[in-house]
């Protein structure tokens, strides 16, 4: 029911980081839709695709499909009062990049395979509808070029496996791994944490 | 026998869009012939790749392949024809993607799933060829930006289920769906109607 | 053993490839290292899609993520001496493109798909991560414009059905295919053998 309602609350900060890019590249409607759509079920759909968990996630259940189709509504109509929702929806977001990443590195482990790889699904989870978003857009994926993001979602989705090895049991140590992911990134923001510099001349 | 010609000419129609796009972006030979081919089966590989439909169908009959071959010579040698041929094309890329929207709804209900998914399988079969064209030509997809064609084969997908509802035999509301898909699209080009403006600002 | 250390030469040409077109894009180090791996891997998970071979060839096997990280920190320690080793890298990128191209039409050959279809998959396989790459970095897809890498693979994939029916054993039609492909890509590059040009006026 908790982690219902978080990934629904991430659904909705996906589909409207969507609804925001495509409205600034001047989309139609459905434009706007499809890109919302994609960036909240993208990451999802090609982690099943590369584990041949098929039908895909979203096509076994209308619930994220409804999902997007109203938060597109409700964007569109308030698309003027959106932008006092930033703070807001940074959270969701962040809130739905964790989850996205421990539902994707559980599925790894159904799926056995080995540690690093479900570290793996699980930051695709989490980071590809945003690429596939920018894509679309014809931008190069934003992830790409200034986010902490996918770091957060490695190191929370290999705490999942230390936590594993402690004493507790095992849906505390996926709850503390979704911590980490969202204090990782809410860390990396605020203190303007990011990757290393790997040019050395400016430009 | 009969859905075999419309589905051969519709891939037909597929494959000189994607020429037609692919030469004005000055592709190579291969190039060209990579987004032909794309734009006729991008959209039905989707749809194979999100229900595990797999070999996807076009690698299990080699008809999809020769066709669109025998197309791209044909319309690299008369390229400069091409232009009388544009209502030609549009009546044939109409005919396709109601088909395809048919096929992709048809394959959705044969996989079990509900038929709002079934709709939004249909639709992007139909659609996710040119999509995919526009993106390997480095363009935001038309789709997203001038055309009613996804909210044709989504209505004329539902459709096939309210036809479904009534007392007649169910290869008749499969074709009349596919009528409707197509009706809906030539009105939709003939009076100008397209989605409603989601902007209220002019830019 | 041989195959495998040409197998992770021909990955370690990918990656490198994928870091030089990242690096002048100005990604930062996880679009490096996220460039590099689909370059790598795309083909190959493209294939694995497409004849439903999942979990994909690079999930079940940590060598090729390994390698691609151990690539992309030496490439990117030493990015000023990269442009030393290009003729060594066109060399293991071509005979990369060589090996890929047989495991791709040995994966169609054992899906039981037609000889036309096995050589697309090993077309596919070579040539893809290569589109991908492009993509992500928001640039048309070099080999639709000037490479004639891909025709190079096709040929080179059908010399294996012709190897085939000579008295010989199906290993060495296999190595030779592959010496096709690398002997292909090599006179073209050195006679500067292109793809016919398909437009008649000079732009």
Redesign the interface.
Known sequence: MFYLAIDILGTIAFAISGVLV??E????????F??AFVTAIGGG?LRD????N???VW??D?TY?MVVILTVIFA?LF??QLKYLRKSLFLFDTIGIGLYTLVGVEKGVE?G??P??CV??GTITACFGG?IRD???????V?????IY??ACILGGFSYFLFHLLPMPPQYGYALAIVVVILLRLLAVRFKI???N???NA?
Chains 1, 2, 3 share one sequence.
């Open positions: 495509a409205m590249k001047r989309l139609d409607l459905f434009g706007v499809i890109v759909t695709f590369l584990i041949g098929t039908p895909v096509m076994q209308a499909l569109i698309s003027n799926a395979l080995l690093v790889m793996t699904l690429v894509i679309l857009c014809n931008e190069i994926p992830i790409f070029r200034k986010e996918a770091t990011g990757l290393p790997i040019y050395n430009k």
